[in-house]
Structure formats: C-alpha cells, structure tokens
C-alpha cells in the first residue's frame, strides 16, 4: 500500500482544514488507518485512527471534540477533519495503514510522506 498524504496549509487559530490521504491498491479496505503527528522538536504523536470499515474510530484526548476521522473505501482515501484548530496543532501530518487501528505507531506498516500544517495565532 502506498500512501499519499495532502490537504496542509498555513490556518489562522479557529480555523479549518481537511487533510486526505490517498492509498494505491486494491487492499485499502482490509486496513485499519491512522493519523499521527510530529511537531518541531517533538516525538511523533498519535492523534487518530479508524477500522478497516469505519465503524470505529479513536482520537487522541488533545484533539477529541475538534477533528473527525472518516474514510471512503470507494474512493481507498482516509480524511481528516480539523476544526477550531490552535497553534498547538501545528505539526506535519502522517497517514499510516495498518492490521488494526492503534494508538501506537509501531501498528502500523505503511506510513504517507506527511503534510505540514501551520496554525498561526
């Protein structure tokens, strides 16, 4: 599975922005998606993963209320949805796939190139 991940940007603090990551294959279905994080100078951090059918999803303390994670396996594309957005948040964004939706990255088998998102304040 090859995963490319699009959708950052520069945001004011409150603002929005979706991010989509992409999957080549025809297996996409069978595989539980991920969305980390790593900001300058940090450790990468978990902030949300979905079952292989939507059904269940998993969010981060820092980020539950504010994004949404959803997938479309017609389209083998995972989004996520970032809402009132804060400087906090400003870190590149990685999508992964994996045997099952995990808050811990080693789950995961395949990982996106990442996409920068800068919240200003």
């Known amino acids: 599975v090859q995963l490319q991940a699009s959708g950052g940007g520069l945001v004011q603090a409150g603002g929005s922005l979706r991010l989509s990551c992409a999957a080549s294959?025809?297996?996409?279905?069978?595989?539980?998606m991920g969305w980390f994080r790593q900001a300058p100078g940090k450790e990468r951090e978990f902030v949300a993963a979905?079952?292989?059918?939507?059904?269940?999803?998993y969010y981060a303390d820092s980020v539950k209320g504010r994004f949404t994670i959803s997938r479309d396996n017609a389209k083998n594309t995972v989004y996520l949805q970032m809402n009132s957005l804060k400087p906090e948040d400003t870190a590149v964004y990685y999508c992964a796939a994996g045997p099952r939706s995990s808050w811990w990255e080693y789950e995961y088998d395949y990982w996106g190139q990442g996409t920068l998102v800068t919240v200003s304040s």
């Open positions: 979905i079952s292989w059918s939507g059904g269940s999803t």
């Open positions: 294959g025809r297996t996409f279905s069978s595989y539980a």
